[in-house]
């Protein structure tokens, strides 16, 4: 499961994932079936906001 | 079914300058998926002269904040280096206007600008026909001749055309700022950068003064750091007397794409400008400037192309960027590792043996004389070798 709670959308780990599994309109959303829970994204959010179960 | 010859994905700096030289020879239309042009914002603002002079941009008092007179970079140990100029450098703008204005001159050019326009790239049996668009519950097809991907970071349409753009998290800085205001600057007139391997792991903190009490207060680290940059940032905040008593008006998140240009920047009938394209000086981070020239040079060359029905000549953009200020980003990134292997000793020794001169010179790629400056220090000079 992939949380992100209060979202500021500002899309850095949509620029990191490398299997192209998240996706951003305002807030960013995951294709689960695409995620390899690598964890790359978790560190890149500025606010720590993402969460990788 | 809409049609231009161009369509534009995003109204930023890159997408707005892009729109505005395209439409010398081509209709062109400008979407940007936020119901406001130019926010939220995700910048420190600030902006040299050069990139003024460099787009024909008027020095505007409706976006321009502050006059910036120099920097002041410092050390971790209390060193510190300063560059100060008699006359402006550059400014401190207001973001939200700066890129309004930018997309309504493109829009006088005859741009036809849309926000609320969420695009995504529409492709038939492998060619890009053009996009697909939301506008406010609506969806539509535009077809174009060109695409420019100017969509920022995430840079989703680029991705879709099948360009590989994803980034090593060590090449993006996850950034935090505040615009404070009722807080006490030592020197509004300059810019405040503050370095440390414990302040801001592989980045820095900035202050860059919007007024004599007002700043964006904010801190980029490297991708991949234990805490969040909202940790640094606030931690950094506390620490400061000057500082932490102050209000914030406003709440930034960003991340910065600083591993050195995209070098696929055209493929088939789509080009990409901007951070979309990495397009930022990997050592400060600035990409304004950059985008806006890549902007340029990338609707001068679509304009070219509908006018002689080549898609051919689009290549040229990727050519021209490449061999010129590609390049230049490429050493730029090499000092962007090399400094990350710093320590905070090192740089306090950098601050006692550069001047603010070395400083800028070597951020723009530019060793010259500040490499003979580093002869007594052999560690530094073995771990450059490494590196430039």
Redesign the interface.
């Known amino acids: 499961m992939m949380e992100i709670k209060d979202c ?11 299997h ?1 599994a998240l ?4 807030v960013v959303e995951r294709m689960d079936e695409k995620c390899i829970k690598c964890r ?1 994204c978790e ?6 906001l993402i969460k990788i179960e | 079914m809409d049609e231009y010859d161009v369509v534009v994905v995003g109204a930023g700096p890159a997408g707005s300058t892009a729109a505005r030289f395209a439409a010398e020879k081509a209709r062109v239309l400008l979407v940007d998926k936020h119901r406001e042009i130019g926010s939220p914002k995700r910048c420190g603002e600030g902006l040299t002269l050069d990139a003024f002079r460099d787009l024909d941009i008027p020095l505007d008092k409706r976006f321009i904040n502050k006059k910036i007179y120099g920097s002041v970079v410092y050390a971790p140990g209390g060193g510190k280096i300063e560059i100060r100029y008699d006359e402006p450098a550059g400014y401190i703008i207001e973001r939200k206007i700066f890129d309004k204005f930018l997309a309504a001159e493109a829009s006088r050019k005859g741009v036809r600008v849309l926000a609320d326009a969420y695009a995504t790239l529409n492709t038939v049996n492998g060619r890009i026909m053009g996009v697909r668009i939301r506008h406010q519950g609506e969806e539509r097809e535009i077809k174009a001749k060109v695409v420019i991907a100017a969509d920022g970071v995430e840079s989703q349409i680029a991705r879709q055309a099948g360009i590989n753009t994803a980034l090593n998290p060590r090449d993006i800085d996850s950034c935090f700022e505040y615009e404070m205001s009722d807080i006490k600057i030592e020197d509004p007139n300059m810019i405040h950068a503050y370095l440390g391997n414990k302040i801001a792991p592989g980045g820095y903190i900035w202050i860059f003064p919007k007024d004599d009490d007002r700043a964006n207060v904010g801190v980029g680290v490297c991708g991949g750091e234990r805490e969040t940059a909202k940790y640094y940032l606030d931690r950094f905040i506390k620490s400061r007397p000057d500082l932490r008593g102050g209000s914030i008006l406003e709440v930034n998140v960003g991340c910065i794409p600083v591993g050195a240009s995209l070098k696929e920047l055209v493929r088939d009938n789509l080009m990409v400008v901007g951070d979309a394209a990495r397009q930022v000086n990997p050592v400060h981070a600035g990409g304004v400037h950059n985008a806006m020239l890549a902007g340029k040079l990338a609707g001068t060359t679509a304009a070219e192309t509908i006018d002689s029905q080549d898609l051919g000549i689009l290549k040229r953009y990727e050519l021209g960027w490449n061999s010129s200020k590609g390049k230049q980003l490429e050493r730029i990134l090499r000092i962007r590792y090399f400094m990350r292997k710093l320590g905070d000793g090192d740089m306090d020794y950098l601050t006692r043996v550069w001047d603010g001169g070395d400083l800028i010179r070597v951020s723009e790629g530019d060793w010259g004389v500040a490499l003979k400056k580093m002869a007594e220090h052999p560690r530094l000079l073995k771990l450059l070798k490494k590196f430039v």
Do not use: E, L, W
């Not at chain 1, 560190?43 to 720590?48: E, I, T």
């Open positions: 500021y959308g500002c899309g850095g780990c949509v620029a990191v994932c490398p192209g996706t951003i309109d305002d790359i560190h890149v959010c500025p606010n720590g």
